[in-house]
């Protein structure tokens, strides 16, 4: 009569253990080398997403004071600066580069100026602000006019929604064949 001998628990431990070590090690391998598995998705920086989520905010702060309506174009960064802290987030981090004080960068879209924040159907939807390819100070576009950052192989634009929130949207960009 044979009976089979089993390994004792603790050979048991160490061999689960050691194959739970392995795949630990391929899974940190696979996420190294192939990044899409964890959502390589387009991200503005964080100094992107704070400037952008203060002008919005102050925009909004603004419309609270004066009724719903949001800032008129020719003066709607101007008009919610008081809302704002001490650093003007009106000169967008990609631009500093330029050294240049009168860049700024950031654009109201130009159906939003003077709207009443109440009747955006959809604000979180509905893109307030955004990098511009204007770069004057209060500048106003369509979302025609916006400006891209090359991060990694796309290209993104910065965007505040009418209901406060911050995104990158990523967009393809189109080279005409001659």
Same mark, same amino acid.
């Given at each position: 009569?044979?009976?089979? +001998? ?32 964890? #959502?390589? $998705?387009?991200?503005?920086? %964080?100094?992107?997403?704070?400037? *952008?989520?203060?002008?919005? !905010?102050?925009?909004? !702060? ?9 800032? !008129?174009? /020719? %003066?709607?960064?101007?008009? +919610? ?7 003007? /987030?009106?000169?967008?981090? @990609? !631009?500093? @580069? ?7 960068? $950031?654009?109201?879209?130009?159906? *939003? ?9 959809? /604000? ?30 796309? @290209?993104?634009? %910065?965007?505040?929604?009418?209901? #406060? ?14």
């Amino acid at each position: 009569m044979t009976t089979e +001998s089993q390994p004792p628990p603790s050979k048991i431990l160490e061999r689960v253990l050691i194959t739970l070590s392995i795949l630990a090690v391929v899974a940190l391998l696979s996420v190294l080398m192939f990044p899409r598995f964890v #959502g390589d $998705h387009p991200r503005p920086t %964080t100094i992107d997403v704070s400037r *952008m989520k203060q002008l919005a !905010l102050s925009v909004i !702060l603004y419309a609270s004071d004066s009724d719903e309506r949001l800032p !008129l174009a /020719p %003066t709607w960064a101007d008009a +919610s600066q008081r809302y704002r802290r001490d650093e003007d /987030p009106t000169h967008c981090y @990609h !631009l500093s @580069h330029l050294q240049n004080p009168a860049v700024f960068g $950031h654009v109201m879209e130009v159906g *939003m100026t003077g709207r009443n924040l109440r009747k955006v159907e959809r /604000p979180s939807e509905e893109p307030m602000i955004f990098d511009g390819a204007k770069v004057e100070r209060n500048a106003v576009d369509s979302l025609l006019g916006v400006r891209l950052t090359k991060v990694k192989d796309r @290209h993104i634009c %910065t965007l505040a929604f009418a209901d #406060g929130h911050v995104k990158a949207r990523a967009f393809e960009v189109v080279v005409p064949n001659n």
